[in-house]
C-alpha cells in the first residue's frame, strides 16, 4: 500500500495471491519490513516495488511495475530438511535496502539458515552478487557462544552455530560505503532464546570491519533463566561521526546501579545506548533504567533516528518509574504502553536514572 505522506490517501493497494490458491487452501504469510519503493530505477525510468516476505515456509523476492501492477520477476528460496536440522531454512526477510553508490544493487538484509545475513543482488534479474552469513566465532575472532559443540564444529556447515543469528536493524551513513548492523545471537544450535547482543560493520562487499558482542551468559536469580541483551537499533550521528546502538540489557554488569534494584528489577531489561566511533571504538555507554519498578523497557526494531544531535527512538513498556513519576500497571493482566524517547547526549537528564559507562567498562 502507498499512501499519500500529507493526508494517508491511499494512492495504490497491491494484493499478493498465490497461483491456484482458493478460499479452503489459502497459503500461511509472514511480512517483515523488507519493502521498497523505487521511484525511478536506473535503466527503463520506471517506478517499480521490491518486496520480500514468507509464503507456506518459502522466501519470496518479488519486483512488481507500479505502472500496471505488473511482476516483472519473482524468486522463491526453500531448504529441504528434516526435523533435525530444520535450522537449515530458518529465514527472515527483515529489511530491503538500496545501494546509494550503486542504483542496479539492493541488499536483502536478515537471516538465512539461522544465521544473521546480508544478500545482494541486481535489481534488474534478481542475479545475486555475494552472500554473507556470519558463522561461529572463530572465523570473526571472538569468543564462541557457550554450546556442546566446539568452535570448529560449529564453523562446518552443518552446524547452525553463530556469533549472530538474526540482523534487527541497519544505517548507512551518508556519501559512505560502510553499513553497521546489529541484532542478537541465540543461545546455542537450534534454540531460540536470545543472550547476546551483536553488532558489526561491514563495506559494500560484504567485507567486515569490526564486530563485537555484548553479554555475559548471566543467570537470573527467580527463575534460573539466561539473562537476555538484544541490540534492536542502530543510527548514525552525521555531526559527530558516532554510531549509535540501543540495546535492551539485563547483565549486570550493563547496569552499573543493579545492585539497588536487582530485588525488583531481576527480570527487567534497562535501555543501554553505546556511542562508538566509525573505527569501533567506544566513546561510552548509557544506561537508563526504571530503578526499583520491575518495568521493562522495549526498544522498537530499527527505530532510531538522530536529529539535532538528538537520539530519537521509540518502544513499549507497561508503566514506568522516574524521579517524578510513577505509573504502575495490573501485574497480572500487563497493558503495553508506547513510548517515544529522546536523548540528548550532551545534556544531564533531571528526570530519568541514568548511569553514564566508561569505554574501559565496556570494552573489558
Sequence with gaps: MELDPVD???????????????????????TYAALYHDVKDKSDGQAYYYASFIMEDYLQLVKIRKADQSITWNYQYYVSTTSDTKWQNMKVPGFLHQDPNEPTRMFLIGMWTWRASVLKFNKRNAAMDWKLEINDG??????????SKTATECLAA???????????????????????MCGWAYFGPTSEKPIYASMFKMNDEGEIKFFKRFGDFATKSATSQPMVDVCRAVSYDEDN??????????????????????????????ILLILMKDSGEIVKGININNQKAAVSWGIGGNSMFVLDGSYIFGGQ??????????????????????????????????????DEISEKALTA
Design 138 to 147: 572463530e572465523s570473526l575472532n571472538v569468543d564462541t557462544v557457550p554450546t
Design 241 to 270: 561521526h558516532r554510531v549509535v546502538f540501543a540495546l535492551e540489557v539485563q547483565s549486570p554488569w550493563m547496569r552499573p546501579s543493579y545492585s539497588t534494584y536487582s530485588a525488583y528489577s531481576d527480570d527487567s531489561s534497562d
Design 317 to 354: 513498556s507497561w508503566g514506568y518509574y522516574t524521579k517524578y513519576h510513577n505509573v504502575t500497571y495490573d501485574i497480572s493482566a500487563p497493558t503495553y504502553d508506547s513510548f517515544l524517547f529522546k536523548y540528548d547526549p550532551d545534556e544531564s537528564p533531571d528526570c530519568f536514572f541514568v
Design 8 to 30: 494517508a490517501t491511499i494512492l495504490e493497494f497491491t494484493s499478493l495471491d498465490k497461483v491456484g490458491a482458493t478460499d479452503t487452501t489459502m497459503p500461511w504469510y509472514k
Design 158 to 180: 552443518t552446524s547452525p552455530c553463530a556469533s549472530m543469528n538474526e540482523i534487527l536493524s541497519y544505517v548507512q551513513p551518508k556519501n559512505s560505503n560502510m553499513l553497521y
